[in-house]
């Protein structure tokens, strides 16, 4: 079975701009989470959705949305691009909202903001 | 808040020695779930284990094992006779379950294996 995937692997972007992250979670999970990991550091928690509903945000500014669609995919949008949003962004899926439901994740999108 | 300290940033060690790696854990729930998690090069988080706040017993499972004690917070991670291919970076993970499954990570350590 195919693990998360998330497009594109790699983007540049200039301060000021916009950028769309897409990911799709392992079939048969509901939920999707986003996490930002700058460089030397772990990942933060962004958002979580769950049967397109957010679960859960993290202590990140409006600049940064998510949804989630009906096959479970989801986007993360960020508006304004600043310097310091460069980062990895990891998206996770899991089988359901619920801690004892291990969240797998995918292999990220590398952005750079210049 | 959920917290999570890994001191250790960087370790080096010789093929086939053991590594362990530490983490201390803040919560103030009595049900959570803890992690551990390897991020090689390529980037991609793999899991790797987890354990539940009910549950102290510690296992092993192949080279790995990990010893959790709630008196003191730890959740400790480690590999037995070190390879190569575990050069990685280790995170030690924290889930509460607030309607959410957010995990909180530590700073991670780097393990670097010398052939």
């Known amino acids: 079975d195919a693990g998360v995937t998330q497009s594109p692997t790699h983007l540049i972007k200039t301060r000021g701009q916009h950028v769309t992250l897409r990911c799709s979670p392992i079939?048969?999970?509901?939920?999707v989470s986003w996490y930002q990991q700058v460089l030397g550091q772990g990942p933060q928690f962004i958002f979580q959705y769950y049967e397109k509903e957010e679960r859960g945000r993290g202590n990140f500014p409006d600049r940064f949305s998510a949804r989630q669609f009906p096959n479970y995919s989801s986007e993360l949008n960020v508006n304004a691009l600043l310097l310091g949003d460069s980062a990895l962004y990891l998206c996770a899926s899991s089988y359901r909202v619920a801690d004892s439901y291990e969240q797998y994740f995918g292999p990220g999108t590398r952005l750079t903001v210049t | 808040a959920q917290k999570v300290t890994q001191a250790q940033t960087e370790i080096s060690v010789v093929e086939k020695e053991d590594v362990t790696l530490d983490c201390v854990y803040e919560?103030?729930?009595?049900?959570?779930?803890l992690f551990w998690y390897k991020q090689p090069p390529s980037g991609e988080l793999v899991f790797l284990i987890r354990?539940?706040?009910?549950?102290?017993q510690n296992e092993i499972s192949g080279r790995y094992s990990w010893n959790f004690q709630k008196s003191t917070s730890s959740f400790n991670f480690t590999i037995t006779a070190s390879q190569v291919v575990d050069s990685a970076v280790y995170f030690c993970?924290?889930?509460?379950?607030?309607?959410?499954?957010?995990?909180?990570f530590g700073k991670g350590n780097q393990v670097v294996v010398i052939p």
């Open positions: 079939s048969g999970h509901k939920s």
């Open positions: 993970a924290l889930s509460v379950t607030y309607g959410n499954n957010r995990l909180a």
């Open positions: 919560t103030r729930d009595t049900t959570y779930y």
């Open positions: 354990r539940n706040s009910f549950d102290e």
